[in-house]
């Protein structure tokens, strides 16, 4: 089964800081994607960004980057410029091709200091 | 275009009752899957439809349920409630299997079960 791990619960960061999200998984499939989202206090989950597994370039999105290993499996997140709307929780999360079913992590809950 | 609608935001019911929840995706999207998200078992994946059929199931009682419409709208039922349904339950639809389509989310429905 395909297990999912984000061994910080918290994480706090100066505002125009950047700051680095942890996130390993495991599977024995080698053609899947992986996420981040973010869950606001608004509860929305919102896609932050995606990897393509057999992509061996990382991800960006503006402000946000990820640092995928696929040997090590691990899929770290990278804020740039931290801002007060990043606050929020960050879920990893892995899905495996041709199947629409999330796993998620535990989550990591982002606080932005002003 | 619109984003994934469910109703209601919130629900308060008494254990033994039965729930009915409702998400309406994002035009265009066929596929529909529903999580819980509780303080202590996370975010756990609940189902998927895909053209009015269950793809994929997770790991809960027979008393939660589903359906999807003709429209690709989608309910979930609880029956018999217990305290420990209390919880955020959220909605995510994407065009369908096999695809690189992203699952976009839902607000979610507060459930809360006295």
């Known amino acids: 089964a395909q297990t999912v791990t984000q061994s910080q619960p918290e994480m706090s960061v100066q505002e125009a800081e950047t700051v680095t999200l942890s996130c390993t998984y495991d599977?024995?499939?080698?053609?899947?994607?992986l996420f981040w989202y973010k869950q606001p206090p608004s509860r929305q989950m919102i896609l932050v960004i995606r990897?393509?597994?057999?992509?061996?370039q990382n991800a960006t999105e503006n402000r946000f980057s990820v640092n995928f290993q696929k040997a090590a499996k691990s899929f770290s997140l990278k804020i740039s410029d931290s801002q007060l709307g990043d606050a929020a929780m960050y879920f990893c999360?892995?899905?495996?091709?041709?199947?629409?079913?999330?796993?998620f992590g535990t989550g990591t809950r982002l606080t932005i200091i002003p | 275009k619109a984003g994934v609608t469910q109703t209601p935001r919130y629900l308060i019911k008494t254990r033994g009752q039965q729930v009915t929840l409702s998400c309406s995706p994002i035009?265009?999207?066929?596929?529909v899957s529903w999580y819980q998200q509780t303080p202590g078992q996370g975010l756990q994946f609940l189902f998927e439809?895909?053209?009015?059929?269950?793809?994929n199931k997770g790991n809960f009682p027979g008393r939660f349920s589903g359906r999807q419409f003709s429209n690709s709208r989608s309910e979930m039922n609880v029956s018999t409630l217990e305290l420990g349904d209390s919880a955020l339950y959220l909605c995510?639809?994407?065009?369908?299997?096999?695809?690189?389509?992203?699952?976009?989310f839902g607000n979610g429905t507060r459930l809360t079960v006295t």
């Open positions: 995510a639809s994407s065009l369908g299997p096999g695809g690189n389509s992203p699952l976009h």
């Open positions: 599977t024995s499939e080698s053609d899947y994607y």
């Open positions: 990897q393509e597994a057999y992509k061996q």
């Open positions: 999360a892995y899905r495996f091709f041709g199947n629409e079913k999330l796993t």
């Open positions: 035009s265009g999207h066929r596929s």
């Open positions: 439809y895909f053209s009015e059929t269950q793809r």
